[in-house]
Nanobody, 131 residues
Framework: QVQLVESGGRLVQAGGSLSLSCTTSGHIFSRYLMGWFRQAPGKEREFVAAKTQSAWSGDISYHADSVKGRFTISRDNAKNTVYLQMNGLKPEDTAVYFC?????????????????????WGQGTQVTVSS
């Protein structure tokens, strides 16, 4: 059974920084598409960032336009962990952030951003940005 466990969410002031972590089962981590999504109250879950890794295409990262330049996804295969570094936080970044894993290699943004391509989800961690 694949398990994803997020951590790092908390209350932070606008303009501040936060780092989220997601630790998962080691036997699938290095081969899977890893992503972050978020869901604000009353809104649909939206794509934030993803990272895919393969022998033929290397390491590819994708970021939503709304977070590009402020958020960065990274992964540490030795620790079976994917991170989301969030800088320049805004009140509109307030949401529950979910880590997700997909048994697929994505070579374009549309693929990485689609919720349908993720097989496993974490329980979420709350990020609240105060103005």
């Amino acid at each position: 059974q694949v398990q994803l466990v997020e951590s790092g969410g908390r209350l932070v002031q606008a303009g501040g920084s936060l780092s989220l972590s997601c630790t998962t089962s080691g036997h699938i981590f290095s081969r899977y598409l890893m992503g972050w999504f978020r869901q604000a109250p009353g809104k649909e879950r939206e794509f934030v960032a993803a990272k895919t890794q393969s022998a033929w295409s290397g390491d590819i990262s994708y970021h939503a336009d709304s977070v590009k330049g402020r958020f960065t996804i990274s992964r540490d295969n030795a620790k079976n962990t994917v991170y989301l570094q969030m800088n320049g936080l805004k009140p509109e970044d307030t949401a529950v952030y979910f880590c997700a894993a997909g048994a697929i290699h994505c070579s374009d943004y549309g693929c990485a951003a689609s919720r349908n391509n993720y097989n496993y989800w974490g329980q979420g961690t709350q990020v609240t940005v105060s103005s």
